[in-house]
């Protein structure tokens, strides 16, 4: 008899209802190969449903010992392709309001792949009679840093910083940096900040706006023009010189979501075509909003 699985979300039914999000008649939010853009988020769309389908996901507890830890493996895999069907929905131009939920239930898997990763943990310990290393869902010291980075910034741009206290427990195992604990401020009181910077392409670019005695946006500025309008112009050959660039893509998600954190006047930075600025609307819309409702 199977164990029951807790899940956090309902992913199957999640992608059903995306599956529903019309791709038409959308602005995207840079210029794109449009039929390429909406292949992307089909293929990630199907790959996410399969994945809903199968008992890899509905019934994870079923896996013991090595066959648990490859099944967790896959979580991770399509954990990964739904932070890409996110970027994808930002590239079409689906608003705020749309996004929203998709983020919540990627939020969600991610906090499902943790218990995946708790239950091979175990049953691998079972199997070999010691404990066995199981890494966190992911990894920040790897390029799976990108992930955190756009996980945590699109948690305040999308008004869902309710899921940052489990993404920071149980998804990054309070394994963070300077930027991760800056960007985890919505949703969690910190009491202390690392100062490590655990990458330094783009990130060590931003260690001006760290070492400000006040918070300013002031250093973000050339930030944004050398670590992605530049670099983002240079051949792939060139890109890889150097050590590995774990940007969040197109997007400064992490700049964005720091605009909205701080409550800065945003008019300089909104220059940059890499600064999602109507999401950085759509936050303080939701806050706002909020507000007036507490008062």
């Not at 909205?260 to 759509?282: F, K």
Request: proline share 5%; glycine share 6%; hydrophobic share 40%.
């Amino acid at each position: 008899m199977s164990q029951t699985f807790q899940h956090h979300g309902q992913l199957a039914d999640a992608c059903a209802e995306w599956a529903k999000i019309s791709l038409n008649g959308l602005q995207p939010r840079r210029n794109l190969h449009l039929s390429d853009k909406k292949a992307d988020w089909k293929e990630a769309l199907g790959a996410l449903r399969r994945f809903a389908d199968s008992d890899s996901y509905q019934a994870p507890l079923d896996f013991k010992a090595h066959a648990a830890l490859e099944n967790y493996w896959k979580w991770k895999e399509v954990g990964a392709q739904a932070r890409w069907l996110l970027i994808y929905g930002i590239d079409l131009g689906l608003s705020g309001d749309v996004l929203r939920p998709i983020y919540q239930e990627v939020a969600a898997l991610w906090i499902d792949a943790a218990s995946a990763a708790e239950h091979a943990r175990a049953s691998m310990a079972q199997e070999t009679g010691a404990d066995y290393g199981v890494a966190a869902p992911i990894n920040t010291r790897t390029d799976e840093y990108a992930i955190a980075v756009t996980l945590l910034s699109l948690a305040t741009l999308l008004d869902a910083q309710d899921d940052v206290p489990a993404l920071d427990e149980h998804v990054l195992a309070f394994d963070t940096d300077q930027l991760l604990d800056y960007l985890c401020a919505g949703g969690l009181q910190l009491q202390q900040v690392s100062e490590e910077l655990l990458h330094k392409r783009p990130y060590g670019a931003m260690k001006p706006f760290f070492e400000q005695l006040e918070a300013l946006p002031d250093p973000l500025l050339p930030y944004l023009q050398t670590q992605y309008q530049e670099f983002l112009k240079l051949s792939p050959k060139q890109q890889k010189k150097g050590a590995p660039w774990l940007g969040t893509g197109y997007w400064a998600l992490e700049v964005a979501a720091l605009t909205v954190l701080y409550g800065w006047e945003d008019s300089a930075l909104r220059a940059s075509p890499h600064y999602p600025a109507d999401l950085v609307d759509y936050a303080r819309g939701r806050l706002a909003q909020a507000e007036s409702g507490d008062s």
